[in-house]
């Protein structure tokens, strides 16, 4: 798992660059948002523009570092697939997620 | 290819449930009416995959995963084969839609949701995940 980070200010841009979020990777990912946060990034969009599957060890990961956010933060979604976002639907987090077409309309609203 | 039959098979690693991911969802777009249930079957198969792996075979690597897939007739049919510990004696846990909060238990409820018949058995000290899914048109109401 490797992401690409991009910081303005408390608002970190996390963009992985795998194309598949999965249990292969999802401990990984998970490790990666939280040390973001960490680091004082308590808002933090994730660009899945580039990610074409997600399975639910993914959505696990991503509902982790939510939690662990939780009150202090947000992790906002940009980007996301028809594919992933029916996943999404189907589990619900898209009401759970703000999510974005793109990852600059999400770091506008993280930034407000 | 309108019908018939290939067998996957992979080591438990994690490492390996993606190429049989995408193998099987190569093969269904390949099937007349398949590419609208090619990314669900791709979806539930790597779930079935990954469950065998890390539950039944408890992340316990150089073990056997088989992946037999079946078209015939506007279906496809993949059945998932482990030889680990399976569910157990209590057999699959009850279908119950988990919490939108909770990190985990999704897999079955997601298989559930996206295939027509989602089906567990054990036989021959085998654990048999079957997976069906009719190709073409909606899938029918659970």
Not at chain 2, 45 to 63: D, K, P, T
Not at chain 2, 111 to 139: I, K, P, Q, Y
Request: charged letters at 25%.
């Amino acid at each position: 798992m490797n992401c690409r980070l991009h910081t303005e200010g408390n608002v970190a841009l996390v963009t992985p660059r795998n194309t598949r979020l999965d249990a292969r990777i999802a401990d990984e990912l998970k490790d990666q948002l939280l040390a973001v946060v960490r680091d004082g990034h308590a808002r933090i969009a994730l660009d899945l523009s580039g990610v074409d599957f997600v399975d639910s060890s993914g959505l696990g990961a991503l509902v982790a570092v939510r939690r662990q956010l939780e009150g202090q933060g947000e992790l906002a979604i940009a980007g996301v697939r028809p594919a992933v976002m029916k996943l999404f639907r189907l589990t619900r987090l898209d009401r759970v997620f703000r999510l974005f077409d793109s990852a600059p309309e999400a770091l506008a609203a993280l930034h407000n | 290819m309108a019908g018939g039959a290939i067998t996957l098979s992979i080591d438990s690693t994690l490492d390996d449930v993606a190429l049989v991911g995408r193998a099987v969802r190569a093969i269904c777009r390949a099937l007349p009416g398949g590419a609208r249930a090619a990314s669900d079957v791709e979806l539930c198969v790597v779930e079935a995959v990954n469950n065998a792996i890390e539950h039944s075979y408890g992340g316990l690597r150089g073990q056997r995963v088989d992946v037999h897939f079946i078209a015939c007739d506007g279906w496809v049919e993949i059945e998932v084969v482990d030889h680990g510990r399976g569910f157990g004696d209590s057999g699959p846990p009850c279908l119950v839609a988990p919490d939108v909060l909770d990190e985990g238990g999704r897999g079955l409820y997601i298989m559930h949701a996206l295939m027509d018949e989602v089906t567990f058995r054990r036989e021959n000290s085998c654990n048999v995940v079957r997976l069906t899914r009719r190709l073409g048109r909606r899938r029918l109401p659970s």
